[in-house]
């Protein structure tokens, strides 16, 4: 089935500091977002980009979707020991698909 | 006020049981999931569902059946079940146009059979 791929897997990093995570997929999107998994609960959601969008900003959040190359970034700015978490990038094929997830990248951020 | 509520947070039965796990949401959304969550983190889609159409991931097995009293609930009925059905199983709702907008998850059910 399609997926995204997230990389890197783990990342670990300081408080203060940004946190960039990436995402590629196989096919041609409708949407992509990007969801947060705190550890032993439910996922959130955080953003959506469409196919035709090339950035979006969300507070600390800054996505980007580069659909010529089939990939997307998520940037954290000055982390915080609360971001802690899974991030997962999810793709969207049409509009009546169901999210398709990718693997997730865990990352910590040590105070 | 909870969007998405599963019932039971943790469930741990033994090989060959049936049971069910619940879900309700109560945000007016017309589609619901049903998603499994592995030991790897990596998540599945099971089943979409809404008033009009269900659909079927191919790959899980028949013993998996979704069903639907009405609009808001939407509970996962597995009958005899394995070993490899250990994971944490994800109720999701969305607005009609699906995945055109952003999913509310539940906090998931932590299945164990032993």
């Known amino acids: 089935s399609q997926q995204g791929e997230e990389d890197p897997q783990a990342l670990s990093i300081q408080e203060g500091e940004n946190a960039t995570m990436n995402c590629s997929y196989k096919?041609?999107?409708?949407?992509l977002q990007w969801y947060r998994q705190n550890s032993g609960r439910g996922l959130v959601h955080l953003i959506l980009?469409?196919?035709?969008?090339r950035e979006k900003h969300s507070g600390r959040l800054r996505v980007t979707l580069d659909t010529s190359k089939k990939s997307s970034s998520l940037l954290i700015t000055a982390s915080r020991a609360a971001d802690t978490a899974s991030y997962f990038c999810a793709t969207v094929f049409s509009g009546n698909t169901p999210l398709v997830f990718g693997k997730g990248t865990r990352l910590s951020v040590i105070a | 006020d909870t969007a998405v509520s599963q019932t039971p947070k943790y469930l741990v039965t033994q090989m060959g049981n049936d049971k069910s796990i619940k879900c309700e949401q109560n945000l007016g959304h017309d589609t619901m999931y049903w998603y499994k969550q592995d030991s790897k983190k990596f998540l599945k889609i099971m089943f979409s569902y809404n008033n009009k159409e269900l659909i079927i991931n191919e790959t899980v097995p028949n013993r998996f059946s979704p069903k639907s009293p009405d609009k808001a609930h939407l509970n996962l009925h597995i009958n005899s079940l394995e070993l490899g059905d250990s994971a944490v199983y994800f109720c999701?709702?969305?607005?009609?146009?699906?995945?055109?907008?952003?999913?509310?998850f539940g906090s998931g059910t932590r299945l164990t059979v032993v």
């Open positions: 999701a709702s969305s607005p009609a146009d699906r995945g055109l907008r952003g999913y509310t």
């Open positions: 980009i469409r196919s035709n969008e």
């Open positions: 096919t041609s999107i409708n949407n």
